[in-house]
């Protein structure tokens, strides 16, 4: 009988052999219990490893002994002057008078250390730590001519210092030990560091470990505790990555690629700093980048009115609406837009003189509400005391609110309802979108690098105008036997569609716009006219029901600001950006009920095939069905076959109008429903704004605007036009069906521009599939990405398969395939093909700064968000128990700090009932 519990305890080799161990027991409480080991391995304690000891270790190198002579020392902030003229010169971190500090690591003997020093920083200061490492890993040096520096924390792995240059801000010089338990004592001081911080903080240098799995290509495949490091670093010190440019890995030895070279900046950077930047340099002759930190500088941006929700609590906020209402006899539109452009100058001035620096005012509205308290304790019985008490409360909870509002508006939080009113939440967000809305630098089309807020907003308009604007392109017209492939309006439709809109829908449509949508040219979101609604509703209603009576759109109305996002994580080409436009409410109140009356009829007349916007039809029944296609093919005896994943490149940006309107037409949708939906279309001027500003107006020529309520539904009707050429094609007796629907006679699925088509892999078949995304090019202005379009071929011999790839001119690609954001697979899901679930979820924790967030907040956020794309995930597949417990841990370590052992307990024992 054995006496004695027995466990097997996977220890790391390099760490000593643990004496104890802890757990719970069935009552909650923590248990330590102390270890007996039977037998312990010799261990090394210079490499490490097992079966020998220090003093026999070949790894260890023998230590020559010299005689040398004894050199003064010199102190490490020598002759560092004591004050600096502050004056305005390029910020930019100066790179080294010669070029072999960035060629190569400075791994010199401390006797080397004089002639390096005046070799490489002639007349400049310097700080190393060689008396904390025999190496000198770290050397900073500067100019005391341009900056000041002083000295406040040194170890083996970290340089702390103050820098001064107009400006104040501390530095931290990193440089991480390779392995994982030396690192460490980095992280507890950068914690300790952290804790003390009260100004910007740059953390930047090589920290010798990823902070996301795809930061690594080559050598072992990334494990989650390869990435946890830096991730609770992040956490704990409340800082987070500079946007950056040029390239991404930052070290290589020509087998493997990883970027360990970080730069980091803690949330009160952008109190001091509007914009910064750094660059990853060529590396020449070194395995590192060099990473070039930059402050350029630039005017602020010119002051742009944009209504604030706040200001609609103040209590002269619907005075000032009332006495500027116009009473002149104009048409609706141009009488709400002077109302509107009225309003402007004293909105600011209200503004200015209540809710300027909301920060400070709170900071000194608690301040004297504690006073007063403190003296009305003093004196319980004194009435005027607990009136000027009331008075301060009252203040102190209107600016609080004001503070929140504002801050509300600007982060642009949507995934968060209730439960948290923390500012320091949403001053975190509002930072965070600030730090990513910014582009520096931009190659243009010919490739050539272009840097400056100028210059990149110049490029940014050039090609957008190019896009966007007039066309002078020569399209084919509509193939009424095509559209005879799919059905058309019946007269009940084309009169329901027409009937007139009422006071009630104009109100429901703008009411349905949330108050943090970004505003259009004029600065106003719906938040003001729902806040006015009693004092302009009837201008709002009179003004829409104008543009269904004259269908004309005035350029105040159809005005539309334009703006870009990243579509790739390191964009470095125009293209790479997403243009978003943010169109005027009125404008949006339009096109939403135009949007309602089609949506009515969409079901009717768009092919089956089609999943997105169609009331009705689900995301997930195009997955299932792709994924059912894909079952077999993995299979070696099978017949012919293979399908096609089409990217369509500048989707809604190249529709053209022309064949909107000849669509519409050719549906029979009613003249007068075509003239409301041209009239919105081609109307539209874009203001493009880059970095805060506007850098180019120009008339646009071609397009859908993607931020325009009824563009999606523009763009379904415009990819239903494929499905019918496809349908046309497939009428032809040499065009053979992909085996699984051939009795269905299924070409494809659909989801806005997301295509993916199947047939048997035959030459004929494949022809003509290409022949009509020829003919859809022609008429419509969309066309197939090769660079993004793919085509999986199977049970063909190598001849076949060869020419099956030649005639679409697609790359070959194998399963998983990613569609839809998951990946499709010729057999049960694997661990790997899970990482795409894992690392999304990851992301979206990332954003969510923990400490930023209640408990409450935290829970709401797991329980939607995160649980939503696993649900999402486990409609379709049985997921791997491992992958399920990976995700269980990361929601675990959100919402407890990795202490969960309340997660699944019931709401009756103080649990929070959540399940997964």
């Known amino acids: 009988m054995i006496q004695y519990a027995r466990l097997l305890i996977e220890v790391p080799i390099e760490g000593p052999f643990p004496d104890y161990v802890d757990f719970f027991n069935e009552k909650g409480q923590l248990i330590r219990q102390q270890v007996q080991f039977e037998w312990k391995p010799t261990k090394c304690t210079h490499c490490h490893m097992l079966g020998h000891t220090n003093d026999i270790c070949k790894k260890k190198k023998e230590i020559r002994k010299e005689w040398r002579p004894i050199v ?22 100066n790179p080294l008078p010669s070029s072999s500090a960035q060629d190569q690591e400075i791994h010199k003997e401390e006797k080397n250390i004089q002639k390096v020093a005046s070799n490489l920083f002639a007349s400049w ?5 060689f008396h904390l490492n025999s190496k000198g890993r770290i050397w900073l040096a500067w100019r005391p001519s341009t900056y000041q520096i002083k ?70 495949e990334v494990q989650d505790s390869d990435i946890g490091e830096l991730a609770t670093l992040l956490d704990a010190c409340e800082i987070h990555d500079l946007k950056s440019s040029g390239a991404y890995y930052s070290w290589t030895n020509k087998t493997i690629w990883s970027r360990i070279d970080h730069v980091f900046l803690n949330d009160i950077w952008y109190d001091s700093f509007d914009y910064t930047h750094s660059s990853y340099l060529p590396n020449s002759l070194s395995d590192h980048t060099p990473i070039l930190l930059q402050f350029p500088s630039s005017p602020r941006p010119p002051s742009v009115f944009q209504y604030c929700d706040m200001w609609s609590k103040h ?20 009488s709400l837009c002077g109302l509107l452009k009225r309003l402007r100058h004293p909105l600011r001035s209200l503004h200015r003189d209540n809710f300027v620096d909301l920060r400070n005012q709170q900071v000194r509205a608690r301040n004297t509400l504690e006073s007063l308290q403190e003296l009305h304790h003093q004196h319980p019985n004194n009435n005027s005391m607990a009136h000027q008490e009331k008075e301060a409360r009252e203040r102190y909870i209107s600016i609080l609110s004001s503070s929140i509002d504002l801050i509300k508006q600007q982060g642009k939080i949507e995934w968060i309802k209730y439960g948290d009113d923390s500012t320091r939440l949403f001053y975190a967000k509002a930072k965070q979108r600030k730090l990513s809305s910014y582009i520096y630098t931009l190659k243009d089309q010919e490739g050539k690098m272009v840097e400056g807020f100028e210059e990149v907003g110049q490029a940014m308009s050039k090609f957008y ?3 966007l604007g007039e066309q002078l392109t020569v399209r084919s017209h509509i193939d009424m036997d095509v559209i005879a492939q799919g059905k058309i309006l019946s007269s009940e439709q084309q009169v329901s569609i027409c009937r007139p809109f009422t006071n009630k829908d104009i109100k429901e449509a703008l009411w349905s716009i949330p108050n943090h949508k970004s505003p259009g040219p004029d600065g106003y979101s719906s938040g003001f006219f729902k806040s006015t609604w009693d004092q302009t509703g009837h201008l709002v209603c009179d003004a829409v029901q104008d543009f269904f009576q004259y269908t004309s759109l005035p350029k105040e109305i159809s005005a539309t600001k334009l703006v870009v996002i990243p579509k790739v994580q390191h964009p470095q080409y ?17 096109t939403k009920l135009l949007g309602q009356r089609i949506k009515e009829v969409l079901s009717e007349i768009i092919h089956p095939s089609q999943g997105a916007f169609v009331e009705g039809r689900e995301l997930l029944y195009n997955v299932l069905i792709c994924q059912d296609l894909a079952r077999g093919y993995q299979r070696k005896q099978i017949s012919p076959r293979c399908m096609l994943k089409i990217g369509i490149q500048k989707a809604f940006d190249s529709v053209h109008w022309d064949f909107i309107t000849d669509m519409l037409k050719a549906l029979c949708f009613p003249q007068i429903f075509i003239t409301w939906i041209k009239s919105c279309v081609t109307s539209v001027s874009f203001d493009i704004h880059i970095n805060g500003r506007t850098t180019g107006t120009f008339k646009g020529g071609c397009g859908l605007k993607q931020g325009d309520p009824v563009s999606p539904l523009l763009f379904v009707k415009a990819i239903d036009y494929l499905s019918r050429l496809l349908h046309k094609h497939s009428l032809a007796k040499d065009f053979k069906f992909h085996l699984q629907y051939r009795t269905m006679r299924l070409t494809n699925l659909m989801f806005a521009d997301d295509l ?14 290409m022949s009509a995304l020829r003919a859809f090019h022609e008429t419509v202005g969309l066309k197939a990405n090769l660079s993004k379009s793919q085509v999986v071929v199977r049970g063909c011999k190598p001849r076949l398969q060869e020419q099956c790839l030649r005639i679409t001119g697609f790359a070959e690609s194998s399963f998983p395939m990613n569609y839809l954001g998951v990946p499709i697979t010729a057999s049960r899901l694997t661990k790997l093909e899970c990482n795409t679930l894992l690392e999304k979820i990851r992301a979206r924790v990332r954003t969510w700064t923990t400490k930023h967030l209640s408990f409450a907040g935290r829970a709401m956020l797991i329980n939607s968000a995160i649980f939503g794309m696993i649900n999402y995930w486990a409609s379709i597949f049985i997921i791997p128990h491992s992958v399920i417990e990976s995700l269980t ?28």
């Open 889 to 916: 841990k990361i929601c675990k370590n959100f919402l407890w700090g990795g202490q969960s052992r309340f997660l699944n307990y019931p709401q009756s024992c103080l649990g929070i009932g959540m399940s997964r």
């Open 574 to 590: 125009a293209h790479e950006f997403r243009p978003i436009s943010y169109c005027i409410v009125i404008y949006k109140c339009i």
């Open 756 to 769: 993916i088509l199947f047939c048997k892999a035959d030459p004929p078949t494949l022809h003509h599939i």
């Open 315 to 334: 209590k002269e906020f619907n005075n000032i609406i009332l006495s500027h209402k116009d009473v002149a006899t104009r048409s609706p539109m141009l």
């Open 465 to 467: 105008k190019d896009m």
């Open 72 to 93: 003064q020392g010199v102190s490490a902030t020598q002759n560092i002057p004591s004050t600096l003229t502050q004056r305005e010169t390029p910020v930019r971190q």
């Open 151 to 220: 000295l406040i924390r040194m170890s083996e792995q970290l340089i702390h210092c103050e820098l001064s240059i107009n400006k104040h801000f501390y530095l931290s010089i990193i440089y991480g030990l390779n392995h994982e338990q030396q690192r460490e004592s980095l992280w507890n001081d950068l914690m300790d560091i952290s804790s003390s911080i009260d100004r910007a903080w740059c953390l930047m240098g090589d920290f010798n470990t990823l902070r996301f799995k795809e930061d690594r290509i080559g050598g072992n």
């Open 125 to 129: 200061r310097w700080i190393h730590n």
